[in-house]
């Protein structure tokens, strides 16, 4: 491994851990949490390699779970984000290039302002906690914070406008965002059937509530390509990482 590909494998397991614990909104069914790992973790497949994604993912994922109270999900972490990020990361390698015509990247930006909309009324109309309850074994006072609908809908517009305008100025393939939720598809899977035979049973909770978190960790995906496409656009633009064309 290249002194450049172990700098990159630091900073993204770095980002992708303190992405993980900034914001996490606990899942009484599962146990588990929602997060923003996963903008980290596209963001590194789009933005470096394959493996850079899924080791970041994996390790950074993973240590999250153990530093914050979740550590029965960190072996299962370890491997959904390892594959989830590698995925992602040969996707975006496979298909660069494709899918640029200005109405696929209306429709892409359209399709995934509307989802961040729908799954912000359904995850987030209520109170939310910022930041991990438990961290390293000690309790933390997380502030409890209130965010309106409109607000959610106003975020979800800006996210939007500033995907689709990374789309049609090229700095992304439009067809990566999609192929981003495609691989987000690997963590859904995962960790519904982690939940549904491991850690439920595990926990004393009935093994179908894992039926539960999956419309989470589908938001949790959505949300993550439509933030880290607009930034890989900006880090192309400023000659960090190859362009898409």
Excluded: H
Excluded at 13 to 39: K, R, W
Aim: proline share 5%; no cysteine; charged share 10%.
């Amino acid at each position: 491994m290249s002194v450049r590909k172990l700098m990159d494998v630091v900073i993204y397991t770095v980002a992708v851990f303190a992405a993980t614990v900034a914001i996490q909104i606990y899942q009484p069914a599962t146990g588990g949490y929602f997060n923003l790992g996963e903008a980290v973790i596209y963001l590194a497949a789009l933005t470096t390699s394959p493996i850079v994604a899924g080791v970041a993912g994996g390790v950074g994922a993973a240590l999250a779970d153990a530093a914050t109270g979740y550590s029965i999900f960190a072996p299962a972490t370890l491997a959904i984000k390892f594959a989830e990020g590698y995925v992602a990361g040969y996707l975006v390698r496979r298909f660069r290039g494709s899918g640029q015509k200005s109405a696929l990247s209306f429709l892409v930006g359209g399709a995934y302002t509307l989802l961040i909309i729908y799954f912000a009324a359904v995850l987030w109309s209520g109170e939310i906690y910022v930041g991990p309850e438990q961290f390293l074994g000690m309790t933390v006072e997380t502030p409890l914070i209130s965010i309106p609908l409109g607000a959610w809908v106003i975020i979800a517009l800006v996210i939007g406008g500033v995907l689709t305008y990374s789309l049609l100025k090229k700095y992304v393939a439009a067809a990566e965002a999609p192929l981003l939720l495609a691989s987000g598809l690997i963590m859904v899977t995962g960790y519904f059937l982690y939940e549904y035979f491991v850690s439920n049973p595990l926990t004393n909770r009935p093994p179908v509530d894992a039926i539960a978190e999956i419309p989470v960790n589908i938001g949790q995906a959505v949300i993550g390509a439509a933030l880290s496409v607009p930034i890989a656009a900006w880090l192309r633009r400023a000659g960090y990482a190859e362009t898409s064309d």
